[in-house]
């Protein structure tokens, strides 16, 4: 009996895992499904002063939404994006190679874009081909609408 019972416990515990894990692949294809999506970490809200360490960063996808980028993070069961981010909000400060732990912290051959999104301070951090799209998206704003891209 107690050899049954343990049998039972371990196999809903694999049976939740595997449920888990569907829903993680579920939930990145409807996120990719509309098309516009790039892998980006982001590291929100620094200082001023902020040092170069690995901290900080959350993995995500990034989507285009019209004049919006949403950000989703990867390990998340929540539907709706996490940050939003308005192309006539953005305004980019600088670029850079990752520095320091942030080489283990972030996806090989990425590139960190520090911006500032209505006062808050943000990095985003992608592959070189992702941000030339993001760089041409923020060109690309309307007539009228100012984009600072540095």
Known sequence: MEMFLAL?????????????????????????????????????????????SGKGWVYGVARYSGDRIEWFRIFSY??????????????????????????????????????RHRGTRLELSMSEDALTGFLAWLEAAPPGQRVNVA
Do not use: K, M, N, Y
């Not at 709706?80 to 080489?103: F, N």
């Open 78 to 115: 929540a539907p709706r994006p996490r940050r939003v981010l308005e192309r006539s909000a953005i305004e980019v400060l600088a670029r850079r190679t990752p520095e320091g732990e942030e080489e283990l912290a972030l996806l090989s051959d990425s590139v960190v874009l520090a911006c």
């Open 8 to 52: 039972l416990v371990s196999g809903c515990v694999v049976a939740l895992v595997l449920v888990g894990l569907f829903v993680f692949g579920l939930r990145r294809r409807l996120i990719q499904r509309s098309g516009g999506t790039f892998d980006c970490s982001l590291r929100w809200d620094l200082a001023e002063d902020h040092d170069a």
